[in-house]
């Protein structure tokens, strides 16, 4: 398996992916699956700040991570919202854990300093959602910073998201900027 840069002739294929979530669980919010041309402009933008990246084993994709723009503020440049998607039928395999490890590698060298994950959770346990992606996140070294409860609507139920953090390094007084653009050139591929 090899970690790679998701371009955007990958897009029909990683929609393929969440397209799964978005129609079968409660992990994604989503209602509608985003058209091929709404997905390939999500990829062209977050590609330009943030790593989009991708597991690959003998040409297929096997799961996606990115991260993204936490809040639209100068203040938040160093922290970014994190998402990671795994094909429903290889999860429990390691993908995660490969893409996530990449990513945070990629964040840290670009000067990200904290790592934020949104992650939805059942207040119980149904067909639509578990707790796998709260304990995966707890697995990866983020912890527990809040949660809303009843927040979210979807297969007539309410479901709450939790917000779990994970810091990469110091904050110090006067951090670097941060070298938005830049991750592929930092030895992440």
Known sequence: MKI????????????????????????????DVPTLGEF??????????????????NGEILGYAYANT??????????????????QDKRRMG????????????????????????IAVPQKEDKFL?????HFHKKMGFTL???????????????DIVWMEKLLGEHPAFPPEVQFGKWPEQGLL
């Not at 992916?17 to 994604?28: L, S």
């Not at 936490?70 to 094909?87: H, L, M, N, Q």
Request: net charge positive.
């Open 95 to 118: 993908i995660g854990k490969s893409l996530y490890l990449a990513l945070e590698q990629a964040l840290k060298n670009m000067g990200i300093l904290n790592m934020n994950a949104c």
């Open 40 to 57: 390939q402009q999500k990829i062209i933008d977050i590609s330009s700040k943030y790593p989009f990246i991708k597991a690959v084993d």
């Open 145 to 159: 910073a809040g949660r809303f409860h009843k927040i979210g609507y979807k297969f007539n139920n309410w479901y």
């Open 4 to 31: 790679e840069k998701v371009t955007i002739e990958d897009a029909a294929e990683l929609l393929q992916i969440y397209g799964y979530y978005i129609k079968n669980t409660a992990i994604a919010f989503d209602y």
């Open 130 to 134: 578990t707790f796998a992606s709260y």
């Open 70 to 87: 936490f809040k639209d503020r100068k203040a938040y440049d160093w922290s970014v919202e994190t998402t990671i998607y795994v094909k």
